[in-house]
C-alpha cells in the first residue's frame, strides 16, 4: 500500500513539473528597473521570473523568445489614469459624467484597458472614477477573472473632496446632480466616508486638498490639516496610502504634513513645498501630460506658438522638484489624453529635465515602491512576469518605449 502511494505521488510530481511553462526570453539588453544591462536573459517559468542574467540554463521543453535588437524591461505603471474618462477634445468633463450612461463609461474603459496594456502598461492607478461610483472595483475584477484584457489596477473609488468644491458646478440651487467625487467634511463623515470607500475595495484613498473654488472662482485649499490627517491615519490603519490631488502650495503644505504619499498636479508649488515634499519622503505625480493636452484644447498650436504661461509656470516648478531631489512618480492623469498614449508623459519627463533612464525607474521601480507593489517594477527572480520587449533602446531614446512588440502579464504573452 505505502508503495502504491508513493508511486502516485511520485506520477503527481512528474505531472506537475510536465505542466510548468518555461519562456526564455533573450534581448540585445535588459532593462532591471533600475539599470540597463547588455546581453542578459530572462527565464520565465509559469507566471513568474525564474532566473535573469547571462547564459542561463532552461529545461529542454522551453519556448525561446529571440529579440536581437530588442529591450525588455519590467511592465510599465501608470501612475495616474481615470480608465472611465476620455479625451475632453470628445465630450468634455461636465457631459461625461452627467450625460454619458454609467453602461457607456464602462465600455468604453474596458477599452481603455486593453489599450493601455497593449502599450505595455501592465499596472495601474487609477485615482478617481469621476461621478461612475465604484465602477472601477468592477473593472478591477472583470480584468482579474479573465473577462476582459487589462493592467492590473490599484483603484481609488469615489475620491473625497470638500462640499461644495467640486463639480459639475453651475446649476439653480435646488437641483441635486451627479458628483464627481465624494463629499465628505469633518470627523465624523470623514471617517464614515473613508471606511465605506475602504470597505467597497478602494486600494488607495484620493483627496481633493484644493480646488477652483476660490472667491474669483481660483485654486484654493479645501480640507483642513487636520481633516487631512484624520483620513491619513484611518487610512493607514487598514495599510493604504492616501495621494492628494493639488495644485496650490497651501494645498500641498496641508497635504504634505498631513501624511499623504503622493502629491497629484502641483502646479503653483515652491521650493519651499518641494523641500517639504523631500523631507517627508512624498512623492510628486506631475501630471505634465494632461496640462499640456488641455492647452492644446484651449488653442495652443504647439510647436507653433509660444508656450501659454500654464506650461511656462509647470516648467519652472518641475525644474524646482528635481533640484530638490523629490522622488517623481510617472503618471499623466490619462483620459485628459487618449488611454494607450500614455508614454506621452514619459516623453514629456524628458522634455521637461529628466533623463531617459531617471523616467524608465520612476515608471517601474519607483512607481512599485512608492504604491506598495512589493513583486513588480523590476525584472528579477521570484517577481511576477509582467514584461514589456520594446524595438531598440529606450535608455538612448525614449520614444523608443513606443516600439512595442510584446507584452507579458503574469507569465503570459498578451495578444490582440
Not at 457631459?95 to 486593453?114: C, P, T
Not at 522638484?321 to 499623466?332: E, H, P, Q, R, S
Not at 511576477?384 to 504573452?413: S, T, Y
Amino acid at each position: 500500500m505505502k508503495t502504491l502511494l508513493l508511486f502516485i505521488l511520485l506520477g503527481l510530481s512528474l505531472m506537475a513539473k510536465a505542466q510548468d511553462t518555461f519562456i526564455l526570453i533573450k534581448p540585445s539588453r535588459v532593462f532591471d528597473g533600475e539599470n540597463l544591462h547588455e546581453n542578459w536573459q530572462v527565464l520565465v517559468k509559469n507566471q513568474k521570473i525564474e532566473a535573469v542574467g547571462a547564459n542561463l540554463s532552461y529545461p529542454s521543453n522551453t519556448q525561446i523568445i529571440e529579440q536581437p535588437s530588442a529591450t525588455l524591461l519590467p511592465g510599465l505603471i501608470e501612475g495616474h489614469s481615470h480608465l472611465l474618462l476620455h479625451p475632453y477634445n470628445e465630450v468634455t468633463w461636465d457631459d461625461q459624467v452627467l450625460k454619458e450612461s454609467r453602461a457607456e463609461r464602462i465600455l468604453r474603459a474596458g477599452v481603455h484597458a486593453k489599450n493601455t496594456l497593449l502599450a505595455g502598461f501592465t499596472t495601474i492607478r487609477d485615482l478617481g472614477t469621476e461621478g461612475a461610483d465604484y465602477d472601477d472595483i468592477g473593472l478591477k475584477q472583470a480584468i482579474e477573472k479573465g473577462v476582459i484584457l487589462g493592467p492590473r489596477m490599484l483603484v481609488a473609488g469615489r475620491a473625497l473632496v470638500a462640499t461644495g468644491s467640486y463639480g459639475p458646478k453651475g446649476f439653480q440651487s435646488d437641483i441635486t446632480v451627479v458628483q464627481g467625487a465624494q463629499e465628505a467634511d469633518g470627523i465624523d463623515n470623514l471617517t464614515k466616508a473613508v471606511r465605506t470607500q475602504i470597505g467597497k475595495g478602494a486600494d488607495v484613498v484620493k483627496v481633493y486638498a484644493d480646488y477652483r473654488w476660490g472667491l474669483l472662482k481660483d485654486a484654493q485649499p479645501t480640507f483642513l490639516e487636520s481633516e487631512l490627517k484624520l483620513v491619513v491615519d484611518i487610512a493607514k490603519s487598514s495599510g493604504r496610502d492616501v495621494v492628494a490631488h493639488a495644485s496650490t502650495a497651501e494645498g500641498m503644505r496641508r497635504a504634505i504634513l498631513a501624511g499623504v504619499k503622493t502629491i497629484e498636479h502641483g502646479d503653483n508649488a515652491t521650493p519651499e513645498i518641494f523641500q517639504l515634499m523631500k523631507e517627508h519622503n512624498v512623492c510628486y505625480c506631475p501630471t505634465l501630460a494632461a496640462g499640456d493636452a488641455v492647452s492644446q484644447y484651449r488653442g495652443w498650436k504647439k510647436g507653433k506658438e509660444p508656450e501659454p504661461e500654464r506650461i511656462v509656470i509647470k516648467r519652472k516648478t518641475f525644474r524646482q522638484a528635481l533640484d530638490a531631489g523629490v522622488k517623481i512618480c510617472m503618471g499623466g492623469d490619462v483620459g485628459v489624453f487618449p488611454h494607450g498614449d500614455n508614454a506621452r508623459e514619459m516623453e514629456l519627463l524628458v522634455e521637461y529635465g529628466m533623463s531617459p533612464l531617471a523616467v524608465l525607474r520612476s515608471s517601474t521601480s519607483i512607481n512599485a515602491d512608492m504604491f506598495q507593489l512589493k513583486e513588480l517594477g523590476r525584472i528579477k527572480a521570484g517577481f511576477w512576469a509582467d514584461l514589456v520587449l520594446v524595438e531598440g533602446n529606450p535608455v538612448n531614446q525614449i520614444n523608443h518605449i513606443r516600439h512595442v512588440k510584446m507584452v507579458m502579464k503574469a507569465g503570459q504573452v498578451i495578444t490582440k
